[in-house]
């Protein structure tokens, strides 16, 4: 934090540069704009090399080193130093700050040797009683006419530093000012009635600087104002959301009335976030609306990726297992009835209007448990689903009698679960992979080919190695009946059926090449034993 002390300034230690000063409408001095500030510094940055005023001619005489001191500084330097000495003689009659211009010939003093130089002042010597200086970082300093009364009004910190010492010295120093320009633009707050006008032209960056130096400074009404904008200002970006929300727990225990902003992220209700996530995933199901049910599914389905991906820790709110295995029940009993209806002889018979939204209805039960699974799958939970869909044999029976154009979106969720075990993600027992492979295998190839054309999240490739890797987890005698069902299939259907030829190499190798090698090891292992 920045120290402040009384103190009185050296003759000849300054050299001041006036700036206009700006006037609100009610007469009270403000701080110029942030560009003005920043315009006047750049050009009167302390550490700036003095240039000469014009170069000097090139001759083939040896030049002679040309000291520091001797260049001449710019005009306007010299006509900011009159006007300062000249104002603050007619101040208080007691001058406080005076420069000096030395023409003496002196050796080039070093960088870290110069005096602090106060590059700007703001307000006015004639009407003020204290001098308030900032020293910034590299000897830039600043310094502010301003008035005692002001200080103590609005700042604990001045106040306390001023009640300490009844002194005669009206000057306060402000040591490593991190920050002198929000410290300016601060103090002069301090003269404005309505600081809301002064801060709504402000973004969320620059408040926030405001916010750090108002509440070092002990300037409780800026801080509020401060507080009063941030929570009615949008902010831009998890970034900026980060920056604010740490700044202001900064002041939790200042009693300023930080809670209306950090409502924003933070809730003070009873109500669970898991049943919040339960209703947002209901509302998702029952949505008939295609775009938009797609598009929060993928939004959803993200952001639970993102609750997963945190340690266990942290204790994130996440939406139970249950939950979902409760939605999948009811959109399974549901395509189930549906499959029933629309399985029966008169149904066929029905106007299009009936028909119509029954095939509709399908198609959202069989989307809504792809996504339901693809959550499961994500969670490494999806074990008792594919228990649950390997025994549907009802319900695959009847996917027989459907057209392959109302049936086929059932299909995705068997090719999901092939996918998942083959990845690793879901572990099936040995008794439901078998199950599963001969229930849904056979309607699967059957709807290839429209889930090749018909399904924008299809990956041929994928659900095939899959398949493949399903197969292959079962026993050898298990794996020859699929291999053998399928080439069956694959040589009459070609395209239209998976091509699981990866895995029928597996399968050929470890049938009729694994066993001659192990009869080949066990053969020369005795004769080995014999040497």
Same mark, same amino acid.
């Given at each position: ?246 700044? !202001?727990?900064?002041? &939790?225990? *200042? ?6 902003? =950090?409502?924003? $992220? %933070?809730?003070?209700? /009873? ?116 228990? !649950?869909?390997?025994? &549907?044999? *009802? ?6 009698? =459907?057209?392959? $154009? %109302?049936?086929?979106? /059932? ?121």
């Amino acid at each position: 934090m920045a120290e402040i002390r009384l103190t009185r300034v050296e003759q000849g230690q300054t050299k001041i540069r006036n700036v206009p000063i700006a006037v609100t409408p009610e007469g009270f001095w403000c701080c110029p704009s942030p560009v003005g500030f920043q315009k006047t510094t750049k050009s009167q940055n302390p550490l700036n090399k003095a240039k000469p005023s014009s170069p000097p001619p090139r001759t083939t005489v040896q030049k002679k080193q040309t000291p520091f001191s001797d260049r001449k500084a710019p005009p306007t330097s010299i006509r900011s130093e009159v006007a300062c000495q000249e104002q603050t003689n007619r101040g208080s009659g007691k001058p406080t700050i005076n420069g000096s211009v030395t023409n003496e010939r002196t050796p080039r003093p070093k960088i870290e040797s110069l005096p602090r130089k106060v590059a700007i002042e703001y307000g006015e010597p004639g009407t003020s009683d204290m001098k308030v200086i900032l020293l910034g970082k590299q000897g830039f300093c600043v310094k502010l006419s301003v008035h005692k009364n002001v200080l103590v009004e609005n700042s604990h910190l001045f106040a306390n530093k001023l009640s300490e010492e009844e002194s005669t010295l009206s000057c306060l120093e402000i040591d490593d000012c991190e920050d002198v320009e929000i410290y300016v633009e601060t103090v002069g707050l301090m003269y404005c009635k309505d600081m809301k006008q002064r801060l709504i032209k402000q973004n969320v960056s620059r408040v926030l600087r405001i916010l750090k130096v108002a509440e070092v400074l002990g300037f409780v009404s800026c801080t509020k104002s401060c507080l009063e904008y941030l929570e009615a200002v949008p902010w831009v970006g998890e970034e900026e959301e980060e920056k604010v929300v740490s700044s !202001v727990l900064r002041l &939790q225990n *200042e009693s300023i009335g930080v809670t209306p902003v =950090l409502k924003r $992220v %933070s809730s003070g209700t /009873v109500n669970p976030p898991n049943n919040t996530l339960s209703d947002i995933m209901d509302l998702v199901l029952k949505s008939n609306e295609e775009r938009g049910r797609r598009e929060m599914k993928s939004v959803v389905l993200k952001l639970l990726r993102e609750n997963n991906s945190l340690p266990s820790y942290v204790g994130s709110a996440d939406i139970h297992s249950e939950t979902i295995y409760k939605s999948c029940r009811i959109c399974l009993n549901s395509l189930l009835s549906l499959f029933q209806q629309a399985t029966e002889p008169e149904f066929a018979d029905k106007p299009i209007e009936i028909k119509e939204p029954v095939m509709k209805q399908i198609a959202l039960d069989a989307d809504n448990l792809s996504w339901l699974l693809e959550i499961l799958c994500d969670r490494q939970a999806a074990d008792e689903f594919a228990l !649950v869909w390997a025994r &549907q044999q *009802e319900l695959a029976v009847l996917h027989e009698r =459907l057209p392959i $154009v %109302s049936r086929y979106h /059932v299909s995705c969720i068997t090719a999901r679960l092939f996918v998942g075990i083959g990845r690793g993600e879901v572990l099936p027992s040995k008794d439901t992979r078998h199950s599963l492979l001969q229930t849904w295998l056979q309607p699967l190839i059957n709807d290839y080919s429209w889930l090749q054309h018909g399904c924008r999240s299809f990956d041929r490739k994928v659900v095939e190695e899959g398949i493949g890797r399903t197969i292959l987890t079962l026993p050898l005698e298990n794996q020859q009946n699929m291999m053998l069902n399928w080439l069956s299939t694959f040589l009459k259907s070609g395209d239209n059926c998976p091509n699981l030829q990866k895995a029928f190499e597996v399968w050929w190798r470890r049938t009729f090449i694994r066993p001659y090698l192990e009869t080949q090891d066990s053969v020369l292992q005795p004769d080995s034993s014999k040497q």
